[in-house]
């Protein structure tokens, strides 16, 4: 190129412009052609019927072609050709490449297969009717890819890789809670279809033998790289846009995303952890764990304990990625070469000051000097075109090397995060020894316990061989008495025959009484004494009988307690004696965990020393890679700077030429918006100067210099042409002066851009000549504002602070005044009247309490609400920018000030006896009243969630509870002080009752015909007293 360059030069006249490219034409054909070759051999080779893993390198010069082209149209026109439908282990392989090609390959290519998406869910129907081999395999595979296009024809923010940051996640939700629902549920969709793809392949394969390590369960187990990297990032996402929804929406309405989301949870979480422990797998990807736990959404701390799980492709297996890198270096070197010997070829090898000889051939035809540019323009065609494949490849490179960078620095988090945990599991397992420690302590006093408890089961046993010793001699009583009560038995029955007898021989003698009368009597009587004699022994015999059956329940009774009394204690020492048993299992049991306990706590100390050893290797091996990144994004980073500086000139530019524009000159602005415009942009340059120091001293510090760049120029632009909007109503003097200004400022603003893309000049640029023309600007604008509006600032913010002052010194006055026409009332007034005068002077001495704090109150809140809402202005420039508030405020402050000495006059009034009672009660509503429109005049620009609002309201509602005890205590006093007649009509005759009911009812129409007379005229003086304060506030010229 440089002696192209240098023989064009040395030409004295201009060469005709050809047209025609009839020798280049040929040569891009046949690139396209050897192009086109080499991407149907290399997709042949890799989607074939061979039940194999599709070969690494093939896929790769897929996705290379795919960035060749800037799509995949020479991908379909061979898959076309291909028997997909007659063959399920082809069909699956062309799911694996096209996989590929989705995820890595260009981004036209999803455009260019978008058209057959309804060939591909055709198929997928076909192979679903096969319920053996591959046909399951290859329905759902193709399920998953048409999933895969529709999501990202919906989202198309999110590359085919998914990999996205943190900001680019919320900017593809737009901020929307609405988008950010419909996009959980999208990826709840297309993460269901990888698991079912994920949970198909396993189930297919015989996982009791190694499938893993056979050709055949290899090339099912392959796309399964791609589907665990979507997984890992789709899980991530979810749970980033999970805490993002329960942020903003209630728990209830996503009980249905998270009953989803933990289903989800245990699938992957399980078919990671199969996926690990496969042979295959272990060598070619580093496949991440998850929790124990899901995340707990509805605890917003918990996402900062959430970590991201990456997966890591080991460098053995993605270093054939730098080789197409390599390839297109020698390739671009060849065809230097090759264009030099063709430049050898025509021109000659010599590198004189004539090679072209155009000197010593001024005789030559224009035909050839014609076909010889025409070449010339053909081969400087071609080079261009393959330097821009060098860098669109180049950039791809370096793309990938980026996403490795931060590949490696999550898994130096994710070790960092594994050492840590393992720490915690050291510190947890040492408080667990400490406890088992512990609890042989409580063991060991359990067996001491143990001991006493069997001494006491000894003393207990011989306790009861003695009650068995006492109850075997109770048995034996028992048995003595129930021998004497047989007795007694037998006696009683002797003692009834006898009775019998007796009787019989009674009527014997009664029979014989006539003729023995004497013999009979006396022999009644001796048979009378003999029965009296039988009578009391038989009463005897039975007390005696009562007596021993009591003994004989008692004694029963005891020995029945005696049993129950021995059971009892039977069973107390078989408890014991069972207690005593279990402890002793369980100290056994203890001692053997504390045994397995400090084994595995060695063994988990000798794995984590290992694994720590091998994370500090790592450790190092990674800082090595991290300082060549280092170096290679600290040039990317400049080149960031260079585009961004350029961009940045490029709209200042624009503006500069727009204020030449004559379409600009019916733009036209304001003043203020020109000082707005301009403050704006000098804070931005102050930052912008703040970022370019900090790059300067770190040039890892470019993220806060690139945002301040771009805001720099859209400020700096819109400044520019503000100024020059403005200028179109200034005075002609004030206008010129402002464009100079303006176009000085934007000529300032390239310089420093310029010198910003210099890589030898961006130390030294600065940026102060452009914060003096934004402060000419600035003072250009200041001059150009009206100047009444100074003096009504000025006006409105004293007249606030003079009548909000006025209010409080009329309150205090009036609580003055109040205290001391109580103290005259107490020294001149007695009983009743003593009483009423201070319950209503001691609630007007409440109600201007309450005031007082209400009129603090207030002021504290005007004082936020103006310290939070002027910004760089003053409160007197605040006040004058909400005018209307302005003067609401001191309208509601005049009435509170006037209320109260109003209704300080009326108390004074009623104390002496000249005023009445109503009008006492209409002033306390009066300003109760005013209180309220002050109230409301404080609180319209107020925070809801501010703290001096809360006072204040708390002040209005203690001012309308004073307001109320007022009313109250005047209406007690005028119970009690006014004099009702006793209306005795008992002396009336009949005619003067009838006289005095008709002067009733004249006086009860006189006094309703002056109510509604009052009420008419108190409704014509609150429409005037409307109309005059909207016309003092300025309410006409609002809604004019």
């Given amino acids: 190129m440089d002696r192209v360059s240098s023989s064009m030069r040395q030409v004295s006249n201009p060469l005709p412009k050809v047209l ?22 290399s997709i042949n080779k890799a989607i074939n019927a061979q039940e194999v893993a599709v070969k690494e390198k093939h896929a790769r010069t897929c996705i290379l072609g795919t960035h060749h082209e800037k799509g995949a149209q020479t991908f379909w026109s061979v898959v076309n050709r291909l028997p997909l439908s007659g063959n399920a282990v082809l069909c699956w392989k062309f799911c694996h490449v096209f996989h590929k090609l989705l995820r890595d390959g260009h981004s036209n290519v999803l455009k260019d297969s978008l058209r057959y998406k309804n060939e591909l869910s055709d198929m997928s129907r076909m192979w679903g009717h096969l319920s053996e081999g591959y046909g399951q395999l290859c329905s759902i595979y193709l399920k998953l890819l048409r999933t895969k296009m529709e999501f990202h024809t919906k989202n198309p923010r999110f590359p085919g890789n998914l990999q996205m940051s943190d900001r680019q996640l919320d900017e593809a939700g737009e901020n929307d809670v609405n988008n950010f629902f419909q996009l959980t549920v999208e990826m709840f969709d297309y993460l269901e279809c990888e698991l079912n793809l994920f949970q198909t392949v396993f189930s297919s394969l015989d996982m009791s033998r190694s499938v893993s390590v056979t050709a055949a369960g290899q090339c099912r187990l392959a796309p399964l790289i791609q589907v665990i990297l979507d997984c890992s990032h789709l899980y991530d996402y979810t749970v980033k846009l999970l805490f993002k929804l329960h942020s903003c929406l209630p728990a209830d309405t996503l009980q249905g995303h998270r009953d989803r989301f933990l289903e989800q949870f245990r699938k992957l979480k399980d078919l990671f952890y199969r996926s690990s422990n496969l042979q295959y797998f272990k060598r070619l990807i580093q496949i991440p764990q998850l929790p ?14 959430h970590i991201s799980p990456v997966v890591v492709i080991p460098a053995e297996a993605s270093s054939p990625d730098s080789e197409p890198i390599m390839d297109l270096v020698e390739m671009d070197t060849a065809s230097q070469s090759l264009f030099d010997s063709k430049f050898d070829d025509i021109f000659g090898s010599s590198l004189g000051s004539d090679p072209f000889n155009f000197n010593s051939q001024n005789g030559m035809n224009k035909h050839d000097k014609d076909r010889l540019i025409e070449q010339l323009y053909g081969e400087i065609a071609a080079l261009k075109e393959e330097l821009e494949n060098f860098k669109a490849e180049s950039a791809r490179g370096m793309m990938q090397l980026r996403g490795r960078a931060s590949e490696l620095e999550a898994e130096l988090a994710e070790q960092q995060h594994l050492k840590q945990q393992a720490q915690d599991e050291s510190e947890f397992l040492r408080t667990e020894l400490e406890e088992l420690k512990k609890q042989r302590e409580d063991t060991e006093k359990a067996q001491r316990s143990l001991t006493e408890i069997e001494r006491r089961a000894q003393a207990n046993e011989q306790r009861y061989s003695k009650l068995k010793e006492k109850y075997s001699e109770l048995v034996h009583n028992h048995a003595d008495l129930l021998r004497k009560n047989a007795e007694v038995t037998k006696q009683v029955t002797a003692a009834r025959q006898a009775q019998g007898d007796v009787e019989r021989e009674k009527k014997e003698l009664e029979d ?15 048979q009378a004494e003999v029965l009296d004699t039988l009578k009391r022994e038989l009463a005897a015999s039975r007390q005696e009988l009562q007596v021993l059956q009591g003994t004989l329940e008692s004694s029963t ?119 707005s415009r301009t403050l704006a942009a000098s804070e931005c340059v102050e930052r912008l100067q703040d970022a370019h120091g900090k790059y300067v001293s770190d040039h890892t510090a470019i993220g806060s210099l690139l945002p301040c760049l771009a805001l720099f120029a859209h400020l700096v632009s819109d400044t520019l042409l503000q100024g020059s909007a403005t200028s179109h109503l200034a005075p002609m003097e004030p206008a010129d002066r402002l464009l100079e200004a303006c176009k000085q400022c934007g000529s300032e603003a390239v310089s420093y851009l310029s010198a910003l893309q210099d890589p030898g000049k961006v130390k030294g640029a600065d940026c102060s000549l452009l914060k003096i023309c934004l402060g000419h600007i600035s003072t250009i604008g200041e001059e150009l504002r009206p100047r009444g509006l100074d003096v009504k600032q000025e006006e409105l913010g004293d007249l606030v602070d003079k009548e909000m002052a006025a209010t409080a010194a009329a309150i205090e006055t009036a609580a003055a005044r109040i205290e001391e026409m109580l103290s005259k009332a107490r020294a001149g007034d007695t009983g009743v009247k003593l009483e009423v005068n201070e319950r209503i002077l001691g609630s007007c001495t409440g109600l201007m309490q309450a005031i007082r704090v209400l009129v603090l109150a207030s002021k504290d809140l005007q004082r936020e609400i103006v310290e939070s809402g002027r910004g760089a ?14 003067e609401g405020l001191i309208s509601a402050s005049k009435a509170v000030g006037w209320g109260a000495t109003v209704m300080v006059d009326a108390a004074d009034l009623v104390v002496q006896g000249k005023g009445t009672f109503e009008e006492l009660m209409v002033c306390s509503r009066e300003i109760a009243a005013s209180t309220a429109q002050l109230v409301a005049a404080s609180k319209v620009k107020a925070d809801k969630d501010s703290a001096n609002l809360c006072k204040l309201q708390q002040a209005s509602r203690g001012v309308n509870q004073a ?52 009420r008419q005229k108190l409704g014509e003086l609150r429409k005037k007293h409307y109309e005059l304060a909207g016309v003092a506030e300025g309410w006409e010229d609002a809604a004019d």
């Fill in 557 to 675: 009774q005891a020995g029945v307690e005696q049993s129950t009394r021995i059971t009892g204690l039977e069973q107390e020492r078989d408890s014991l004696s069972q207690a005593a048993e279990r402890h002793g299992e369980e100290v056994a049991a203890l001692h053997a965990e504390l045994q397995q306990m400090r084994d595995r706590l060695g063994r988990e100390q000798e794995s984590s020393k290992m694994e720590l050893e091998m994370l500090q290797a790592q450790l190092r091996d990674k800082e090595s890679k991290e300082q060549a990144l280092r170096q290679h994004v600290a040039e990317e980073q400049f080149a960031l700077l260079q585009g961004t500086a350029q961009e940045a000139k490029r709209m200042v530019q624009d503006a500069l030429s727009r204020l030449e524009d004559p379409a600009h000159m019916a733009c036209t602005g304001s003043a203020d918006c020109l000082l």
């Fill in 512 to 526: 014989s009484f006539q003729r023995v009368s004497e013999q009979a009597q006396r022999k009644s009587q001796e």
């Fill in 20 to 41: 025609g490219r009839r020798a280049g034409g040929g040569g891009l054909e046949a690139e396209r052609e050897s192009f086109e070759r080499a991407q149907t051999v």
């Fill in 292 to 305: 124990e736990n899901p995340p707990n959404f509805l605890r917003a701390s918990a996402l900062s304990e």
């Fill in 963 to 1014: 307001t109320a005890s007022v009313v109250a205590s005047t209406k007690a006093g005028k119970s009690q002080v006014e004099e009702k007649d006793s209306m005795d009509f008992s002396s009336m005759t009949l005619t003067q009752i009838k006289r005095q009911e008709m002067d009733s009812q004249v006086r009860v129409l006189e006094l309703e015909n002056q109510l509604q007379k009052e």
């Fill in 873 to 886: 202005a003053s409160p007197k420039e605040f006040y004058a920018k909400n005018s209307r508030w302005t």
